[in-house]
């Protein structure tokens, strides 16, 4: 894929290659590495917009991005207009140019609520949720999916509207909410949405290596890509796509760093459970490596974690 840099109205963003915000993976810990690896943009965790207003501190924890916000959005989510703008104009986003709103998410305690990606099924109230937050001066994004069921295509319709309302860019993940990260993105429904605004849209789902990079940019024409899952997978997947040299040399250096990252930020014992949800990606195609990855998932020393990050990758 052709990497640039990126115009936003008055602002650019470095290039044109994402990291995709992950509840419980794309921590600070985590951001800190990648970033310097050829990320253009990334994203906080997702964060409720009433639970910053309510004073909640995991919701502040969440949007803590020591001291590169330039490079960072904050991803927030909500349904109420009036939450909404409370947020942006909050101190907890201060520091952020970009605030990114969240009308994707397909887990089911926020579509209960109204929030995530049911708001994909009520246009009118995500116009007004997107219109009180440009209302901001924040730089306004918004992500969303290609539908709520199979059959779907609403990307089109929803990404003129939030041009509409003042939204600066939209990241589409080209599947429907019942799909969740299961079959091939909806290169097409991507496509349309692309003619028919001029805002940037960044295409984002089934990207894991270069080539799937490259293929979604041209099956769609879209103006970036954002990595999810295929970033966790792969880290370095951001310098291969960019041509950025990595400062850190293999997954066993990276395994090393994040893990101390997470020890500075949140303690040994915590760090040690905090960490098991990536082993399993980062021992992924290492050969006989099963009872390795069992013995992490075990253990709460880190430093026994890692002598076997060590002798396994």
């Known amino acids: 894929m052709k990497v640039s840099e990126l115009k936003i109205g008055d602002t650019s963003i470095r290039n044109n290659v994402f990291l995709a915000p992950m509840a419980g993976f794309t921590d600070y810990s985590f951001r800190k590495l990648v970033l310097p690896m050829g990320v253009g943009l990334c994203f906080t965790e997702l964060t409720s917009a009433k639970g910053l207003y309510y004073g909640g501190k995991n919701s502040e924890t969440l949007l803590y991005s020591g001291d590169d916000y330039d490079n960072t959005a904050a991803q927030i ?32 305690k ?32 918004v992500k969303i999916r290609t539908g709520i069921k199979y059959g779907d295509d609403i990307a089109r319709d929803f990404a003129v509207m939030a041009e509409n309302a003042g939204a600066s ?41 270069s080539a799937d990079a490259d293929m979604m940019m041209d099956k769609t024409g879209a103006d970036g890509v954002m990595i999810a899952r295929g970033a966790i997978a792969d880290p370095f997947i951001f ?65 026994e974690i890692k002598r076997i990050l060590s002798e396994t990758l």
Not at 83 to 100: G, H, N, P, Q, T
Not at 113 to 138: F, M, P, Q, R, T
Not at 188 to 198: C, D, F, G, L, R
Not at 277 to 290: H, I, M, P, R
Request: with cysteine.
């Open 169 to 209: 860019f939209i990241t589409i993940h080209g599947r429907v909410r019942e799909a969740y990260y299961s079959g091939e993105p909806d290169f097409a429904a991507i496509e349309k949405a692309k003619s028919s605004v001029n805002i940037p849209v960044i295409a984002n789902g089934g990207i894991f290596t």
């Open 77 to 108: 989510f909500g349904s109420d207009p009036y939450f909404m703008r409370w947020a942006c104009e909050s101190e907890y986003l201060a520091k952020y140019k970009i605030v990114d709103i969240n009308m994707g998410c397909p887990v089911p």
């Open 239 to 303: 310098s291969k796509i960019t041509g950025t040299v990595p400062k850190i040399k293999g997954m066993k250096e990276f395994a090393i760093k994040h893990l101390d990252e997470e020890i500075k930020r949140i303690g040994e014992k915590r760090a040690s459970v905090e960490f098991r949800k990536f082993v399993t990606y980062y021992l992924k195609g290492v050969e006989n490596s099963k009872s390795q990855r069992l013995a992490i998932m075990c253990s709460e020393d880190v430093s």
């Open 110 to 141: 926020i579509v209960k609520n109204g929030e995530g990606s049911a708001l994909l099924s009520d246009i009118l109230k995500a116009e007004s949720v997107i219109k009180e937050s440009v209302k901001s001066g924040k730089i306004i994004s």
